[in-house]
Nanobody, 116 residues
Framework: QVQLVESGGGLVQPGGSLRLSCTAS????????MGWYRQAPGKQRELVAS???????NYVDSVKGRFSISRDNAKIAVYLQMNSLKPDDTAVYYC??????????WGQGTQVTVSS
């Protein structure tokens, strides 16, 4: 049974930092590329960062230099360190396989709000 559990979101001021965590069971985690995605109000869900099973990473241009994705296969966990947060980063953040199937199961996500 697939379980994706995201945590670590919250309210932070512009320029602040948050570290998101996700545990992903039932998906063969250690051999999967994983991604962090976000969906802002009124917008489509978008990929923010991805990491291969070997640890290679990629980022959307808007977060390069500010966000860092990492993984711990032993803990079936993927993390997103977010620094220098901006109001435009406000969204619900999700983790999932990369790339996800059209009918992929999604967890509940974790809300990140950047506001003064």
């Amino acid at each position: 049974q697939v379980q994706l559990v995201e945590s670590g979101g919250g309210l932070v001021q512009p320029g602040g930092s948050l570290r998101l965590s996700c545990t992903a069971s039932g998906i063969g985690f250690s051999i999967r590329a994983m991604g962090w995605y976000r969906q802002a109000p009124g917008k489509q869900r978008e990929l923010v960062a991805s990491i291969t099973s070997g640890g290679s990473t990629n980022y959307v241009d808007s977060v390069k230099g500010r966000f860092s994705i990492s993984r711990d296969n032993a803990k079936i966990a993927v993390y997103l360190q977010m620094n220098s947060l901006k109001p435009d980063d406000t969204a619900v953040y999700y983790c999932n396989k990369f790339p996800p199937r059209r009918d992929e199961y999604w967890g509940q996500g974790t809300q990140v709000t950047v506001s003064s």
